[in-house]
């Protein structure tokens, strides 16, 4: 149902988010705890002010299929945001893949979060071997063309973005580890907090006005404002248990 360009014909008709696999190919382990809450702050506080959430695709650890003449090579990015696809609210229709080829739309911004055995080449510190697919930084850089990519090693607290400036990604200097994204309005910083009950140094959304809400934050808000509210008409002689 994701199909944005005209349908091939039968001899040129490529594999969908259906016919490819969607689990980790070849690979040992599964995302850490780390991993699982950092995904999930992200995509809670991305609230972008020109985007509905109905066109955004914010994902985790999903397959990202990149290449037409290799389908079967893929990444599978820590985090991703695609800019102006549909967001389906059926279950049966969730994407087990992202298809660049199948949606038509290249993502916008990457996030890996660096560990050990991945620093290398999330940097783009390693080179191609023979035959074998494209690193990571080649995929983004330019095969991709993803305008954003940014790094975070919580080992060292380091926070790094990049922006891609004709064919490369160039370092942005960052003022107090913020990354300000003029086209969406928002920025990512390091923040300070507690978040699932984890005490840490986290990579979060914000805007003009600061920090973007959790859910639990947005429920909190609501309910300071609706007992300001209450106190308010107590003041005024009116009941706001009657209204």
């Not at 893929?74 to 696809?85: A, E, I, S």
């Not at 790094?160 to 913020?178: A, C, I, M, Q």
């Not at 106190?231 to 005024?236: G, M, N, S």
Request: charged letters at 25%.
């Amino acid at each position: 149902m994701y199909q944005h360009n005209p349908p091939l014909s039968p001899k040129e008709t490529m594999p969908t988010m259906y016919d490819l696999p969607s689990e980790l190919i070849g690979e040992s382990g599964l995302p850490d705890e780390f991993h699982c809450i950092q995904a999930d702050l992200l995509t809670e506080t991305c609230q972008p002010a020109n985007y509905t959430s109905a066109e955004i695709l914010l994902a985790s650890d999903l397959n990202l299929y990149y290449d037409p003449r290799h389908p079967n090579w893929y990444k599978r990015p820590d985090w991703y945001m695609v800019l102006g696809v549909p967001h389906t609210n059926q279950q049966e229709d969730l994407r087990l893949s992202y298809v660049v080829w199948q949606e038509g739309i290249d993502p916008f911004l990457v996030v890996e979060l660096l560990s050990p055995g991945t620093e290398q080449e999330d940097l783009g510190q390693t080179l191609r071997e023979v035959n074998k697919p494209p690193t990571k930084w080649e995929v983004y850089q330019q095969i991709l063309r993803i305008p954003y990519y940014v790094v975070y090693d919580r080992y060292e607290n380091n926070f790094r973005g990049f922006k891609l400036n004709g064919t490369r990604y160039e370092p942005v200097n960052l003022s107090d580890h913020r990354f300000w994204l003029e086209e969406i309005e928002m920025g990512l910083g390091l923040w300070q907090g507690t978040y699932q009950n984890t005490e840490g140094l986290w990579l979060r959304w914000y805007n003009v006005d600061g920090w973007l809400p959790t859910f639990t934050e947005r429920v909190e808000n609501e309910r300071q404002r609706a007992d300001k509210l209450a106190e308010k008409l107590r003041d005024v002689g009116i009941d706001p248990d009657n209204l």
